[in-house]
């Protein structure tokens, strides 16, 4: 795959509308810019690629978290509701 | 009918799932301390990248808060999501760390795309622990 279809891909994401995966997608393509014009060596670019996939494994657990405090909330509210009957 | 209705729904629900958010860590004032610290740490250093010298105390001085939010993360119960995050981000800011020891002259750009990485991960983590039940 060339270059300039992964970055084509990039803009694809980056045009779509959820909000963090736009923004994601933006600065990822702003480093291969960056490094195409000799501001970053290909070690830091890989650097800065590999904290990429580390902040997605982030948002993934994240999510994941943030899907099992919304189900604790509503345990909670269900178990409430039932104790006041 | 309310019971019923609870009951129901308990039971619509995947063991495991209903057994995870129920048993779900509390919040925690500390580690949401921690976490609050770091994004902003990371927000403030990222903006001192042009100074090299600053710039290597900030990446030694911020590996060493990731690193406190990974053991303090590690140990508390039922905390799996929060762990691997938490482990994330300390890699994240430790790369930056050996950056400097392995060669101080770090490009200010370099060092400014860390740091936001740090911030925005540690941003996505602030998000969620601070709405953990409470």
Same mark, same amino acid.
């Given at each position: 795959m060339t270059l300039d279809t992964l970055q084509s891909y990039l803009v694809e994401i980056a045009n779509t509308s959820d909000p963090t995966f736009s923004q994601f997608a933006s600065d990822i393509n702003q480093v291969v810019e960056q490094a195409k014009v000799g501001q970053l060596s290909n070690a830091d670019v890989k650097e800065i690629l590999e904290d990429a996939q580390r902040q997605l494994a982030i948002l993934e657990d994240m999510s994941q978290l943030a899907f099992k405090e919304k189900l604790n909330t509503v345990l909670t509210g269900l178990i409430t509701i039932a104790s006041a009957v | 009918m309310k019971q019923l209705f609870v009951i129901l729904t308990v039971l619509a629900l995947n063991g495991c799932a209903l057994y995870d958010a129920y048993m779900l860590t509390g919040y925690d004032s500390n580690e949401y301390r921690i976490i609050t610290e770091i994004r902003t740490d990371a927000y403030n250093y990222k903006q001192q990248c042009a100074n090299q010298l600053m710039s290597e105390s900030n990446a030694i001085i911020m590996s060493d808060k990731t690193q406190l939010f990974e053991f303090y993360s590690e140990q508390? $119960?039922? +905390?799996d999501n929060g762990v691997r995050a938490s482990k994330n981000l300390n890699a994240i800011a430790q790369g930056l760390k050996t950056q400097y020891q392995n +060669? $101080?002259?770090?490009s200010p750009l370099f060092c400014k795309l860390k740091f936001a990485s740090i911030e925005n991960s540690a941003a996505v983590i602030q998000h969620v622990v601070g709405r953990r039940p409470r």
């Open positions: - | 508390i $119960p039922r +905390n +060669n $101080p002259a770090v």
